[in-house]
């Protein structure tokens, strides 16, 4: 038998009524489609937000939404029309991914049924966008990454407003990641700069198995600034946050030049500037820069490694043949009615205390609800199979004594944690914002870590003050 647990304050079921749960920064599942990896890798690049305005061309052909209208077997980068032809070309002769373009006057969504919606795709390139993401963009764009997508964000340096709608790179980026209606809590964990940087040749940092630095297409040993910015990095808002190429004098959480993030089961990759992409050849009338060449960098190495990281393909073998994956549950004491079987957990967490109901069962887990600064913590190990797709779900209550209505003072958060404790993403962070009666269904898409051995873990951090209770019942881990 469990020990009793810990005196708690019950928040009365009217608080429902002050309309909390959707007012919060949680992260709920997207109703669009997950994004999975494929072969090809499915790689959409943006030329809806103004990336050919003034002398900029960042498209990898005149032939949109399909490159292959240009021709369809290209072999040197001037088969292709546009500044990241060379980029384009170089992903399409390997034969392992299919590349299409957003066109001028389209938009980005998720869910939906057209042949670009962002559902079809495992990689989104934004290099250099110059208007705003409308708030529905924001929105497919963040489920799309949170469910298991890439982003590619390529900034340049402040004021390179080329369409002068009073917008430039970087604030498009940062209105991005600090207004949309997912999570505008710092969820890649990172902020961009509003520098203009002349010139550098940033420098990789000595990491010899990361897939950026060294992939497939290469080592990555310098970068290139020819008027860019940099990004100030958080790992207290996601530890998934790292920086590879450093500003010359700058290392750290300042300076960062291209780094790597993580988001729900997605991956995110920020540049500082368009120049590195940049092939110097284009549509007639532009003025381009040759970054893509620089002698005194590994541009090239470096755009293309990040794309195959991002759409998942880093690591890969190669090769054809299909994978079959037989379909179970794979989390032990799901329901946690052994107790504290399986799961490792802050002490009194798996309860059969009246105090909160069980959905099912006697048994549930019980983070927080102490009305005093505190941290409880729930985990459980679990390896995926290879050539599996998966999915966790577990149902969540969350009720408080709180009365705000925009500041979350107590956190649960859900993340994947590797074999050392790292942090490979955030799944979802929930709140008192969240608080409602009864349980609801949680869900996320985990296929991207199949073929690892993972840590699922909840973390429940609780003010000094009034209490929060976040209780969780009823889990699974499902694969097919």
């Known amino acids: 038998m469990l020990g009793s647990r810990r005196s708690r304050r019950r928040c009365t079921t009217a608080l429902a009524g002050l309309g909390l749960l959707f007012t919060g920064a949680a992260l709920q599942l997207g109703t669009g489609t997950p994004a999975h990896a494929a072969t090809p890798h499915r790689i959409l690049f943006d030329n809806a937000h103004a990336e050919t305005a003034g002398n900029a061309d960042w498209i990898v052909s005149t032939s949109q939404p399909d490159p292959l209208g240009q021709d369809s077997s290209p072999s040197a980068e001037t088969d292709w029309t546009g500044a990241l032809s060379s980029w384009g070309v170089a992903l399409q002769k390997t034969g392992n991914y299919s590349l299409k373009t957003l066109p001028t006057g389209s938009g980005l969504s998720y ?4 042949a670009t919606d962002l559902s079809n795709f495992d990689t989104l390139v934004l290099p250099e966008p110059n208007t705003l993401f409308t708030t529905a963009e924001k929105t497919a764009i963040m489920n799309f990454v949170k469910n298991g997508g890439g982003l590619f964000m390529i900034s340049d340096h402040t004021g390179a407003d080329r369409n002068n709608d ?18 505008s809590t710092d969820p890649f964990g990172f902020s961009i700069d509003s520098l203009s940087i002349s010139s550098d040749h940033p420098s990789a940092i000595s990491d010899s198995t990361n897939p950026v630095l060294h992939g497939s297409f290469g080592t990555v040993t310098k970068s290139l600034i020819a008027s860019g910015t940099t990004a100030t990095l958080k790992p207290a808002d996601n530890s998934g946050v790292k920086g590879l190429l450093y500003r010359t004098g700058y290392s750290g959480n300042t300076g960062a030049f291209f780094a790597t993030s993580t988001f729900g089961s997605g991956r995110v990759a920020f540049w500082g500037d ?5 092939d110097g050849t284009g549509q007639s009338g532009n003025t381009l820069y040759d970054g893509w060449n620089d002698t005194g960098a590994t541009n090239a190495a470096l755009a293309l490694n990040a794309t195959e990281w991002l759409a998942g393909a880093g690591g890969s073998s190669g090769g054809g043949g299909s994978t079959s994956c037989t379909a179970a549950q794979l989390l032990g004491n799901s329901g946690f009615e052994s107790g504290s079987s399986t799961w490792s957990a802050t002490s009194g967490v798996i309860t059969n205390s009246t105090g909160e109901p069980a959905r099912s ?4 887990a019980w983070l927080d609800g102490n009305g005093s600064a505190a941290t409880d913590t729930l985990a459980q190990s ?9 999915r966790l779900s577990f149902y969540l209550h969350v009720d408080t004594a709180e009365t705000s209505t925009s500041t979350a003072y107590d956190t649960l958060k859900v993340q994947v944690l590797n074999g050392s404790g790292t942090v490979l993403g955030t799944l979802a962070t929930y709140s008192n914002l969240n608080a409602a009666s009864g349980y609801t269904q949680r869900s996320f898409d985990l296929s991207g870590y199949a073929g690892q051995t993972v840590t699922l873990k909840f973390t429940g951090t609780e003010g000094s003050k009034y209490q929060t209770s976040f209780v969780v019942d009823d889990t699974a881990l499902d694969v097919s």
């Open 111 to 114: 869910g939906g049924t057209s």
């Open 166 to 183: 009073g917008y430039d790179a970087v604030e498009v980026f940062n209105d991005l990641m600090t207004n949309n209606s997912v999570d």
């Open 274 to 278: 368009s120049s590195p992409i940049d």
């Open 382 to 390: 679990v390896t995926i199979p290879s050539g599996c797709s998966a």
């Open 361 to 364: 069962g006697s048994y549930y």
